[in-house]
């Protein structure tokens, strides 16, 4: 029997959603719902508005309700870890967990960030990873799920380098024993570009509606290097529009977004993500 026939027995269709407060603004009903549509499953995939103090409560409710999985968005992707049975082995390491896949009243949190990151920039902008050196700019949520994946494809060396140097230090102790990884503070960023293969910006530095932000200059760049930008509002930021005109390729945070979706869609149902009808609806979404 599929994941999601199991399911259908209990609810009548698949039952999804996401956690968030606030919640209203957020994309992924849209995605997934003609993600649903394309593989001609019935069920829902619906926007939970749940403040803090009942993080609680709505977990207990999606073994209640049938709910074969939801996502979990900010603030409660580190908060939501105590409430489940257990973790996968990246959730626990990265420290935080954005799906949830209810297996008969057990659940098991998963961090797909990282992971969905990795997929997006291999499949549009850099398919080997192997013996690259890639700096990262910025130490936060995002940036941990994405340097936990980029180390288990075996890169020469990962720099990342944060406003507050703390963090990038204490990250790069943290994870050692992970590959070849070093922590800098933000301002020596910009001395390390040079003979980088990759780099990537997980700063909100360039997002709307600051978008005239950019977190070094592009005269920095060499052609021939890949520069990647977490945000996907714009869906070009300055940094990625400066890159390419420099003869970089440029690789936006859009496709991030679609594949952490395709992977909680792909534990949820075993199915391969429809992920072409996952972008065209963001794609819609953002009016472009
Ligand atoms: P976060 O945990 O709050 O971390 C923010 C990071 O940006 C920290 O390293 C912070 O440095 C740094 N930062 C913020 N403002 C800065 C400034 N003015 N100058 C220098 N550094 C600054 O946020 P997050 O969840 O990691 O998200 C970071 C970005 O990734 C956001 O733009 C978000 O939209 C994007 N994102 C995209 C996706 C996707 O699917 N494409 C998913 C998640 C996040 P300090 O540590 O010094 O404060």
Redesign the pocket.
């Known amino acids: 029997m599929k994941a999601e026939e199991q399911f259908v027995h209990s609810s009548g269709g698949l039952l999804l959603g996401v956690m968030g407060d606030p919640i209203a603004h957020s994309k992924s009903p849209q995605m997934h719902g003609a993600a649903l549509q394309a593989l001609g499953i019935t069920g829902a995939y619906v926007p939970l508005h749940i403040a803090s103090e009942r993080l609680g409560d709505a977990i207990s409710a999606i073994r209640t309700l049938g709910f074969r999985g939801v996502n979990v968005t900010?603030p409660h992707k580190v908060a939501v870890m105590e409430f489940l049975d257990q973790l996968d082995e990246s959730a626990a390491s990265i420290g935080a967990v954005n799906t949830i896949v209810n297996d008969g009243g057990r659940l098991t949190g998963y961090n797909t960030?990282g992971i969905?990151?990795v997929r997006s920039l291999k499949a549009e902008a850099a398919p080997e990873l192997q013996d690259t050196r890639i700096l990262v700019?910025?130490?936060?949520?995002?940036?941990?799920?994405i340097i936990h994946s980029l180390l288990k494809e075996r890169p020469a060396e990962l720099i990342v380098a944060?406003?507050?140097p703390d963090?990038?230090v204490q990250l790069a102790e943290e994870w050692s024993t992970l590959g070849p990884i070093r922590g800098i503070g933000?301002e020596e960023a910009p001395s390390f570009i040079e003979g980088t293969d990759l780099v990537i910006?997980?700063?909100?530095?360039?997002?709307h509606p600051k978008v005239d932000?950019t977190?070094f200059s592009a005269d920095l760049l060499a052609p021939g290097m890949v520069v990647s930008d977490?945000?996907?509002?714009p869906l070009e930021t300055r940094l990625l529009r400066e890159a390419r005109e420099r003869g970089c390729t440029a690789h936006?945070?859009?496709?991030?977004?679609?594949y952490?979706g395709a992977y909680a869609l792909e534990y949820w149902t075993g199915r391969p993500a429809p992920v072409d009808a996952m972008r065209q609806a963001m794609l819609e979404c953002m009016g472009s």
């Open positions: 900010i960030d969905g990151y700019l910025g130490a936060g949520g995002a940036a941990r799920g944060n406003r507050t963090k990038a933000l910006n997980t700063t909100s530095i360039g997002m932000g977190p977490l945000i996907y509002n936006g945070g859009l496709g991030m977004f679609v952490q």
